[in-house]
């Protein structure tokens, strides 16, 4: 099934190079192909077996040994939902730009399968590395015009070597088992962890892979790449960083963290005792540092929905680490909602700036007097990304609090606490930006409300928001089920 959403990919990215048609053709074969990858990941839904743990439908595409698993299936499946989606935005940009949008966006996805559905840890590793070079980019050539091209530059290049550094601690890990256990596929590697006495070693292994996806989330003190890269990326690489990129780092988690471990747990909590503290404590600093950095006078309004997501994301640390029900379920639910909040925010953000040409919320305000269905569509989202009741986002985080109490009564008092402080600056910012007295100047910016091609883009991101929110149990099936085997 992977292997012939990668060959299709393939052809779609090798027609669109060798192709002198005008980009209307180009970009309407992309989303035509990109709909036929949705239908085959739909078949794949129907077929897969729930009730099963191990990878399925294994395959063998240039020497590398793909399946896939409850672990990578709901976020193959988000990579092909998105697909089309980001088709459908590159259609603000110049034409000249669209046809190497596109195939960015083609190859991307491509890199992104191989990441969620390797079996193999080496090639996780290169496909984790290589999606950096589309991603720089991105940000590099067609960042926002908000600023010159140094600040650009910045961004990327910090994106990168945080990135890179991070990764070396992976790398020395995937050396240090191949040395010491000859293999690097993920099957033995949990035979392997299963079979040893020696829990130093784990501890040291477990510790560098975890530093290498705490920069990917990222969590602090490597959170100062995402605001950065956010706040100088285009409309599009935005919505790729939240709706893709920032996932790799919590599948990473799953996969080397905890899937690998979890025969190792069952026999011997001790390999956690000490790390666990370390880790929620991590995330507790994460979560406030970011809030009050956004409280403290930050005005540009991609940072401050950058912000958002570094407090969500970690956020979705207790739940990943509780090693209860309720905490794996609420994380995955929230890994999954946030890809669509917080992308179609990034997106509003991104048609505000294209009439009015600025992020600065100082200059912006009473929005929803000029723009009422924008306002409509950022109140929704709005709500949705503060986790009230009825959002997905509200479920996911109340039950990562329940598996939150059956750990720690202390540690989810400070949560709740924790939450209601990260809400407050949303709830301002929502304020400050689509309420207040009338700004005259922006009644000469803004001629018109949401035009029907931005309307119809903002669409698919509330239709997925909705089914999520009042029919959760396809994604319980998804996510859940499959793990409940090995957490």
């Known amino acids: ?181 000859g293999t690097t596929n993920n099957e033995l590697i949990l035979y392997k962890f299963n079979n040893t006495d020696n829990l130093f070693l784990l501890q040291i292994l477990w510790f560098f892979f975890y530093i290498s996806f705490l920069v990917k989330i990222p969590s602090f003190p490597f959170h100062t790449w995402l605001p950065a890269a956010h706040a100088e990326a285009p409309t599009i690489g935005s919505v790729i960083l939240a709706g893709i990129l920032l996932k790799l780092g919590t599948y990473g988690i799953l996969r080397y963290n905890i899937y690998v471990y979890s025969n190792v747990l069952e026999e011997n909590i001790s390999i956690y005792r000490n790390l666990l503290p370390i880790i929620f404590i991590i995330s507790l600093i994460s979560i406030i540092y970011s809030t009050l950095l956004s409280l403290r006078s930050l005005f540009d309004l991609k940072k401050l929905i950058a912000y958002s997501s570094i407090i969500h994301m970690n956020f979705s640390i207790f739940g990943l680490f509780s090693f209860d029900l309720y905490g794996l379920f609420g994380a995955n639910l929230l890994i999954y909602s946030h890809a669509f909040i917080s992308s179609c925010l990034f997106l509003l953000i991104g048609y505000l700036y294209n009439r009015t040409h600025t992020r600065n919320l100082l200059y912006l305000n009473s929005i929803s007097i000029y723009m009422p269905i924008f306002s409509l569509f950022f109140l929704y989202f709005s709500f949705a990304n503060l986790s009230i009741p009825i959002y997905t986002s509200f479920l996911s985080e109340l039950l990562i609090l329940i598996s939150c109490f059956h750990f720690n009564l202390f540690l989810t008092i400070f949560l709740l606490f924790t939450f209601i402080l990260s809400s407050s600056f949303f709830i301002w910012f929502t304020n400050r930006l689509l309420y207040g007295n009338p700004n005259r100047k922006l009644s000469t910016l803004i001629t018109y409300d949401l035009s029907s091609f931005e309307f119809y883009s903002l669409l698919p991101f509330t239709v997925f928001s909705v089914l999520f929110t009042f029919f959760p149990k396809p994604l319980f099936l998804l996510f859940t089920l499959p793990l409940l085997n090995f957490i």
Request: charged fraction near 15%.
């Open 1 to 181: 099934m992977v292997s012939g959403l990668i060959i299709l990919s393939l052809v779609t990215l090798l027609l669109n190079l060798r192709s002198n048609n005008s980009i209307h053709v180009i970009r309407t074969r992309s989303m035509l192909m990109s709909i036929v990858g949705v239908y085959i990941i739909l078949w794949e839904i129907l077929t897969y077996n729930y009730n099963n743990c191990e990878y399925q439908n294994r395959e063998n595409i240039l020497n590398i040994n793909i399946g896939i698993d409850g672990l990578n299936m709901g976020l193959i499946i988000l990579i092909m939902i998105l697909e089309p989606i980001l088709i459908l935005i590159s259609k603000t940009y110049e034409q000249e730009k669209q046809k190497r949008i596109i195939n960015k966006i083609i190859i991307i996805k491509i890199i992104i399968l191989l990441i969620f559905s390797t079996m193999d840890l080496i090639i996780f590793y290169i496909t984790f590395e290589l999606i950096l070079i589309p991603i720089f980019f991105i940000i590099t050539y067609y960042g926002s015009k908000y600023n010159y091209l140094l600040p650009r530059l910045e961004a990327s290049y910090r994106f990168i070597i945080y990135t890179i550094i991070g990764s070396i601690w992976m790398l020395l890990a995937i050396i240090i088992i191949q040395i010491k256990y």
